[in-house]
């Protein structure tokens, strides 16, 4: 469910950027052309005929669905008539809102029907990693994700996937050939006095993840979701776990897993 959720968000927001795009080229107040009208029809007409239908229960169930039904509405109301072209973009950017809030609600639907543990194979770490000891140390990794959660142990379980997810950026920065995307990424973090990218031993899994996301390895969906991950990670210190008053359960690394895997699935990519 995780996963078809996101790939309908990321859909959705890569043909309304295409929609808000076209619409931009011309300069007349209102959207006027037959060509212009049957792209923002066809746009809203996917939603309702295909996107709305992947997501099954949720389109019924979450205010987000039903706010994403009236946005792509009026945008199909606009195509019968003369309408401005700031109307068409605010329908636009609403429909963009409701769609990441939208992503939001998978966290709200799974727990109310968490996963169940299950035991599967490490991927293959070799399609990015050809040094055969990190192949092996980030297996373990992945094993010890799930020894964690079968013993629910699920603030280890946690901390454990965002090692992991950190480690396997990191191997797949060391294993290209030209790192220069890298360090000269805008989002990557830099020195405050010089200016300059800070060294690789000094970044954090915020930082990793902002850059994977900027270099296209992770979608904007997988950027997002990978935000709790992260979070939850730093609890690793007890003292923020007790001056935030967090407690991790069984329920939430399963989720937190779930959410995991489909990072690690994007990053092997």
């Not at 959207?31 to 049957?38: A, F, I, L, M, Q």
């Not at 979701?225 to 001056?243: C, F, G, M, T």
Request: glycine share 2%.
């Amino acid at each position: 469910m995780t996963a078809d959720l996101h790939s309908v968000v990321d859909r959705c927001l890569i043909e309304l950027d295409t929609l808000s795009k076209y619409l931009k080229k011309r300069k007349t107040v209102q959207v006027s052309s037959v060509e212009e009208k049957n792209i923002a029809k066809a746009t809203a007409l996917t939603w309702f005929n295909k996107h709305r239908l992947s997501i099954g229960p949720m389109a019924n169930t979450s205010p987000n669905a039903q706010a994403i039904d009236r946005h792509f509405q009026e945008l199909l109301a606009y195509t019968d008539k003369l309408t401005s072209r700031t109307k068409y973009e605010a329908a636009i950017k609403a429909a963009r809102h409701s769609l990441r809030e939208l992503r939001n609600d998978v966290v709200t639907f799974s727990l109310a029907t968490p996963p169940t543990p299950t035991v599967e194979a490490a991927p293959n770490f070799a399609k990015i990693v050809t040094d055969p000891k990190m192949q092996t140390v980030l297996a373990r990794r992945w094993n010890e994700c799930q020894k964690c959660l079968t013993a629910e142990a699920a603030l280890a379980a946690t901390v454990m996937m965002g090692g992991l997810i950190e480690a396997l950026l990191l191997a797949k920065i060391n294993g290209l050939t030209d790192k220069a995307p890298v360090f000269t990424n805008t989002k990557a973090p830099k020195d405050g006095k010089t200016g300059k990218t800070l060294p690789l031993k000094d970044w954090g899994l915020r930082d990793y993840i902002d850059v994977s996301h900027d270099l296209k390895w992770l979608t904007i969906s997988a950027k997002d979701v990978s935000a709790v991950i992260r979070d939850y990670r730093n609890y690793v210190h007890p003292y923020k776990e007790l001056s935030h008053n967090v407690d991790v359960s069984t329920d939430d690394a399963l989720l937190f897993w779930d959410i995991s895997k489909q990072l690690v699935r994007q990053i092997l990519k």
